[in-house]
C-alpha cells in the first residue's frame, strides 16, 4: 500500500503549506483504468478561523472547503499519474454534489477519488467522496472535471 506524507505532496503539486489542508496520502493505484487515491485530513483547531465563522455555536466544515478537500487529493492523483505539477489543475465543472453530514471540528475524513477519466492528456473527470470512518457516514460525493495548465 503505497503512501505520501505531507512533505512528499508538497513536492509534486504546486500548493504552499498553508494551502495543502491534506495530512497524508493512504493509499494509491495508478494502473490505467483503475486509478483512485485515499487521503485523510483531520480537521483540527489548526483551522479555527474557518469554524468560528461558520457557525458560532454550532461549528461545522464549509461546503466550499470540503470540495477544495477532494480536489487537493484530486491534484494529487493528477500529479502521480502526468508527473510533478507546475501548476494548479483549473476546475471546469462540478456536477451532482450531495452533501449528506456534517464535517465538524476534530472529525478525521477519508477522501477518496475515483473513476477518473484523462481525457487528451490534460483534461479530467473524477469523483470525490468524503467519509467520516468515525461514524461511518458519508459526508458528501460529487463529480469534478478540469483542466491541466
Known amino acids: 500500500m503505497p503512501t505520501l506524507n505531507r512533505e512528499e505532496i508538497l513536492k509534486i503539486i504546486p500548493h504552499g503549506t498553508d494551502a495543502l489542508i491534506l495530512d ?5 493505484n495508478l494502473t490505467p483504468g483503475s486509478e483512485f487515491i485515499i487521503a485523510k485530513v483531520t480537521l483540527s483547531t489548526d483551522y479555527s478561523k ?3 465563522g461558520h457557525f458560532p455555536g454550532f461549528p461545522v466544515g464549509p461546503a466550499h472547503w470540503q470540495i477544495e478537500i477532494g480536489c487537493l487529493a ?5 500529479a502521480l499519474i502526468k508527473g510533478q505539477l507546475e501548476q494548479p489543475i483549473v476546475l471546469t465543472e462540478l456536477k ?19 473513476e477518473v ?3 487528451k492528456q490534460r483534461i479530467f473527470d473524477c469523483k470525490i467522496t468524503l467519509n467520516n470512518p468515525t461514524n461511518n457516514s458519508l459526508i458528501c460525493s ?8
Not at 497524508?24 to 494509491?28: A, G, L, Q, R, V
Not at 484530486?74 to 493528477?78: G, I, V
Not at 460529487?142 to 495548465?149: D, E, H, I, P
Open 24 to 28: 497524508e496520502i493512504c493509499d494509491y
Open 50 to 52: 474557518i469554524f468560528e
Open 74 to 78: 484530486a491534484t494529487t492523483l493528477c
Open 96 to 114: 451532482k454534489f450531495k452533501f449528506r453530514n456534517y464535517a465538524r471540528p476534530d472529525d478525521t475524513l477519508l477522501v477518496i477519488i475515483d
Open 117 to 119: 477519466k484523462i481525457k
Open 142 to 149: 460529487g463529480y469534478v472535471s478540469g483542466w491541466l495548465t
